[in-house]
């Protein structure tokens, strides 16, 4: 693809296009591991509009986005997790641009911000089924464990990652 991409802050007029960006990418990656009415009920508590407008509005919350030809594609969200130095983050890119470089330039923004806030080490979790994610999470991160987690009623295993800043 041909285009040009840059990472800026979230604005709250991009609460519409993270949400979609957040649609399409979750029912494309979860709903044969979760099912579609667990996607639909995570889309709904966690991208409901007054939550995405509170995180921008936090200065501790770091919600970015990133653009191609000014169309938004992809989002983070990253913070302190715990006062020992942890952080995480949320990145989803569009499927479209999956294996585009935006995921790992948007890492790279995340971990400038997290520094900012003081944090020495990324630890993310990703379920096993995602091979998406964990394909991206495997050439960035260190696997450090496994756990599980319960989506909709069901446990599913997680792979645990870590990153040291």
């Not at 970015?64 to 030809?69: E, G, N, P, Y």
């Not at 379920?127 to 599980?148: D, M, Q």
Request: proline residues 3%.
């Amino acid at each position: 693809m041909s285009f040009q991409t840059s990472i800026r802050p979230a604005d709250p007029v991009d609460v519409a296009d993270i949400r979609r960006v957040a649609r399409t990418t979750w029912h494309t990656v979860y709903d044969d591991i979760l099912g579609a009415e667990t996607v639909n009920d995570h889309l709904r508590e966690g991208y409901s509009p007054a939550v995405l407008e509170r995180m921008i509005e936090l200065d501790e919350v770091g919600l970015f986005v990133s653009t191609a030809d000014d169309d938004v594609v992809a989002y983070m969200s990253c913070g302190m997790t715990d006062a020992t130095g942890f952080g995480d983050l949320d990145l989803y890119v569009h499927p479209d641009y999956w294996g585009e470089g935006i995921g790992t330039e948007l890492l790279r923004r995340g971990e400038r911000h997290l520094r900012d806030l003081s944090v020495r080490k990324i630890r993310d979790e990703v379920l096993a089924e995602n091979e998406v994610g964990n394909g991206f999470y495997r050439s960035h991160f260190e696997k450090v464990g496994e756990r599980t987690a319960e989506f909709g009623g069901q446990e599913h295993p997680v792979n645990v990652y870590e990153r040291r800043l």
